[in-house]
């Protein structure tokens, strides 16, 4: 599965920007509030707008503090998967559990620094898995390879029937780093640049997904 972040798109053109991937998986869109990362993007209103105009499944990724009080407000606007940063949440299981209950899909993040073990019991009340490959906050960095052993340790425990999560990167993902990771045993690749760089985002997508497939 293929994400475009909407974060590399033009604000000013939201709805040409979103029918210009069509085609794509998920729509990932960053919110971030200037306390947890240093920058600020979108909220809710805009998340709203965007929902009212797209087919595509919406993949809302909070980088925010407090996610214990907004979360649940993404999942009732309608979007597909909410995924809040687990260095953030003060009780993710119950995050999760109102995120299921609006009917969304639940997603926990980690940060390249933050270790997965502690957290893998947790992730019984997670969808998805969100590993972050690059320190969150701005797009157009550089892929950290590191993170993908936490993507293998999380993998194995798929296959071992001992978690049920779908596993995401996101993070300077493009045509040079996309197969290490889909080797890795990356389900949904989240891509900024690599897509609104591009002359045709729904190309690059289709580019993407091919290149992940091999
Ligand atoms: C970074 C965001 C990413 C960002 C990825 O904090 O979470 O979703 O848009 O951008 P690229 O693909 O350019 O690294
Ligand atoms: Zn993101």
């Given at each position: 599965?293929?994400?475009?972040?909407?974060?590399?798109?033009?604000?000013?053109?939201?709805?040409?920007?979103?029918?210009?991937?069509?085609?794509?998986?998920w729509?990932?869109?960053?919110?971030?509030?200037?306390?947890?990362?240093?920058?600020?993007?979108?909220?809710?209103?805009?998340?709203?707008?965007?929902?009212?105009?797209?087919?595509?499944?919406?993949?809302?990724?909070?980088?925010?503090?407090?996610?214990?009080?907004?979360?649940?407000?993404?999942?009732?606007?309608?979007?597909?998967?909410?995924?809040?940063?687990?260095?953030?949440?003060?009780?993710?299981?119950?995050?999760?559990?109102?995120?299921?209950?609006a009917?969304?899909?639940?997603?926990?993040?980690?940060?390249p620094g933050?270790?997965?073990?502690?957290?893998?019991?947790?992730?019984?009340h997670?969808?998805?898995?969100?590993?972050?490959s690059?320190?969150?906050?701005?797009?157009?960095?550089?892929?950290?390879?590191?993170?993908?052993?936490?993507?293998?340790?999380?993998?194995?425990?798929?296959?071992?029937?001992?978690?049920s999560?779908?596993?995401?990167?996101?993070?300077?993902?493009?045509?040079?780093?996309?197969?290490?990771?889909?080797?890795a045993?990356?389900?949904?690749?989240?891509?900024?640049?690599?897509?609104?760089?591009?002359?045709?985002?729904?190309?690059?997508?289709?580019?993407?997904?091919a290149?992940?497939?091999?």
């Amino acid at each position: 599965m293929i994400a475009p972040s909407i974060l590399a798109a033009d604000f000013a053109r939201l709805a040409e920007e979103t029918a210009a991937v069509r085609g794509a998986d998920w729509l990932h869109v960053d919110v971030m509030d200037g306390h947890f990362v240093p920058n600020l993007t979108i909220g809710l209103p805009v998340v709203q707008a965007l929902l009212s105009n797209t087919d595509i499944p919406v993949d809302c990724h909070l980088m925010i503090e407090d996610p214990d009080r907004w979360a649940v407000g993404y999942a009732e606007a309608g979007a597909h998967n909410v995924t809040v940063h687990v260095e953030a949440a003060g009780d993710p299981s119950k995050i999760a559990k109102d995120i299921r209950a609006a009917g969304a899909r639940a997603g926990l993040s980690i940060k390249p620094g933050t270790p997965l073990e502690p957290y893998v019991e947790l992730l019984a009340h997670f969808d998805t898995l969100l590993v972050m490959s690059v320190e969150p906050g701005f797009g157009g960095q550089e892929f950290i390879p590191d993170v993908l052993d936490k993507v293998r340790a999380a993998k194995r425990l798929v296959a071992a029937g001992e978690l049920s999560v779908l596993v995401e990167i996101d993070g300077g993902i493009n045509a040079e780093t996309i197969e290490r990771a889909a080797q890795a045993g990356v389900d949904c690749f989240v891509a900024g640049s690599a897509v609104y760089g591009a002359d045709d985002p729904a190309e690059a997508v289709r580019q993407l997904r091919a290149m992940a497939d091999t």
